[in-house]
Every structure is written in structure tokens, then in C-alpha cells.
């Protein structure tokens, strides 16, 4: 038991750092191949963040552990909203003026709808994973175009403020970033792998199901990264970059992590995934919408009832 748990501190240190340096690394390369902040931060930042779920459901949908891959999903996207964005909000509350958020969060809600749609027999196929991805491409495209065109001055303040030192760092050789890329990469994998190892063994250690781990520890632990950069933008009155972050990340998931998971490993099986964790999370999805149409606004108490529907979802979900 000692050394599952070792593992899983081992993995998450290193799925932290491996995503922090690959989020840099390809960031500072993105800035220098001519992307502007703004597009490098509604890309490349929202979804590098994410790369600890990608390369821990790929390494769990190659070791077998379906549950634990579509469970990381389903409780990444629970977790970022209910828990990071309640979190931050009480702590600082946010006032959004990013207009693109009037696209990026009904769209969130669309998706998760048609995974619940796609998963309806408990599988996710080849087919439905390339259809994910093939979503994915678009809504990047129609993303980029849509930001040159509604954003505000403050909010591309916001962007260029965040990442000026990256703007920087990519005046230095090209081959620095490249190394950064390569060790994120090398460390996340490495640290997937003990993640994934440390949480099966104590899921079967204690009789829990690998769906309820995927759901709670796996998926706490792979969203560090968001929990950081978001509590980071708020604390620095960088209300936009906190909720884009979530929202991206949460798109992210659906479509480029059950999209690839499933297109490379498919079909991806989860039978522990039950109705009541996915309508979870379409509800949590779609409770955002009406608390950032508000007011364009996420109060100090809006923050507090977030926190406490987790606290209910996973009372109600964990083994008694």
C-alpha cells in the first residue's frame, strides 16, 4: 500500500512539473512560429494544462483500464468546474468580459450532451473518437478567428501580460524549447504511468472500482495544472484567463482526449460509469452558463455553491 501511494505522489509531482514545462516550451515555440498571445493562450496554454489527462487516459486505455480512462474525463470536467472554479470564485470573485465565452461555454455544453449521446451503451468507438477529434480541428479554427474579432483591449491586456515572459523566452534559441518539450513530455509519461499503476492497485487493494478512482483521485490529481493557472489569473485580477482555462480544458477533454483515446485505443469500455456521473457533469456544465450570463459575473457565493455540489456528488458516489 505504501508503494501504490508513493507512486501516485511520485506520478503527480511529476505530471505537474511535466506540464507546466511543456505548456512553456510550446508555448514560447507557438509565439515564435507568429501566433499572438491571445491565440497562444486559447490554445496552446488552455490545452497544454490538459496534458496530464490526455497522457493519463491514453496510458490507462493501453493497460486495460478503460474505467480509470473514461472516468479521468468524466471527473476532470466535474472537478475543473465545481471545484477549481467554485474554489477560485470564493476566493476572488470573477468578472468576465471575454465575449467569446458567449460561444465557448453553450459549445461545452453541446459536447458533453453528445457524449452522453455517444456513450449511451458504454463504449466509445473508433468512429465516435474520430468524430471527436475531427470537432476538435473546427472548433480551433472558428476559436482563432472568433477571438481576432471579439476581443476587448482589456482582456488582450490580460493575454499579453500572462505570457510577456514566454514572448521573451522565445527570442532565445529554438532549441531550448524544443528540450523543454521533450522532457514535459518524457516526465508526463513517466509520471502517467506510476499515477495509473499507484491508483489500479489501490482501487483493487480496497475493492473500490477503477470507474470511482478515475472519477475522484485520478481526476483531482490530473487537474493541478488547471487549479494553479486558474487560482494564478484570478489572484492577478485575470478573470478571463481563470474561466477560459476551465471552460477550454473541459473541451479539451471530450474532444481531443476521447477523441485520440479512442481513435488509437478504441473502442474505450466503461461500464462503472454510471448515468448519474455523467448527468453530474452535463448539469455542473450547464449550470456555468446562466452564472456567466448573470452579470457576466461569478460571485463569492456562486463560488461556495459549486464547492458543495462536489461535496454532495461525491458523498453520494464513494463507497460507504
Known amino acids: ?22 505548456v512553456k516550451g510550446a508555448s514560447s515555440l507557438a509565439i515564435r512560429l507568429g501566433m499572438t498571445p491571445l491565440v497562444a493562450g486559447l490554445t496552446v496554454v488552455a490545452f497544454g494544462t490538459s496534458s496530464p489527462e490526455l497522457v493519463v487516459s491514453l496510458t490507462a486505455a493501453f493497460n486495460g483500464a478503460t474505467d480509470i480512462a473514461l472516468g479521468n474525463v468524466v471527473g476532470s470536467n466535474i472537478f475543473n468546474v465545481a471545484v477549481i472554479l467554485g474554489l477560485t470564485a470564493a476566493i476572488v470573485p470573477l468578472k468576465v468580459e471575454f465575449q467569446l465565452l458567449k460561444f465557448d461555454t453553450p459549445f461545452m455544453i453541446a459536447i458533453s450532451g453528445l457524449f452522453l449521446w455517444f456513450f449511451r451503451d458504454r463504449s466509445i468507438t473508433t468512429l465516435e473518437g474520430g468524430i471527436f477529434f475531427a470537432i476538435l480541428i473546427t472548433y480551433l479554427v472558428i476559436n482563432v478567428r472568433l477571438a481576432k474579432k471579439q476581443v476587448t483591449p482589456h482582456v488582450a491586456e490580460e493575454y499579453n501580460g500572462e505570457l510577456a515572459a514566454l514572448a521573451t523566452q522565445a527570442k532565445e534559441p529554438l532549441w531550448k524549447s524544443l528540450i523543454l518539450i521533450a522532457i514535459g513530455l518524457a516526465v508526463l509519461i513517466a509520471g502517467s504511468r506510476a499515477f495509473v499503476i499507484g491508483a489500479v492497485n489501490i482501487a483493487r487493494s480496497y475493492g473500490i472500482s477503477e470507474a470511482i478512482i478515475g472519477l475522484t483521485i485520478v481526476a483531482a490529481g490530473t487537474s493541478l495544472p488547471e487549479l494553479a493557472s486558474s487560482l494564478v489569473a484570478a489572484f492577478r485580477q485575470q478573470a478571463d484567463i481563470a474561466i477560459g482555462n476551465i471552460v477550454g480544458s473541459n473541451i479539451f477533454n471530450i474532444l481531443a ?57 461525491l458523498f453520494k458516489i464513494w463507497p460507504k
Not at 456567466?292 to 464547492?307: C, M
Open 1 to 22: 500500500m505504501l508503494l501504490s501511494i508513493s507512486l501516485i505522489l511520485a506520478g503527480l509531482v511529476a505530471l505537474y512539473f511535466g506540464a507546466e514545462w511543456l
Open 257 to 313: 482526449i476521447l477523441g485520440l483515446s479512442g481513435l488509437i485505443a478504441g473502442p474505450l469500455n466503461g461500464p462503472g460509469i454510471t448515468n448519474f456521473d455523467l448527468w453530474v457533469m452535463l448539469g455542473i456544465s450547464a449550470a456555468l452558463l446562466p452564472l456567466l450570463w448573470t452579470g457576466f459575473r461569478i460571485t463569492r457565493w456562486e463560488g461556495l455553491a459549486l464547492l458543495a455540489s462536489y461535496g454532495g456528488y
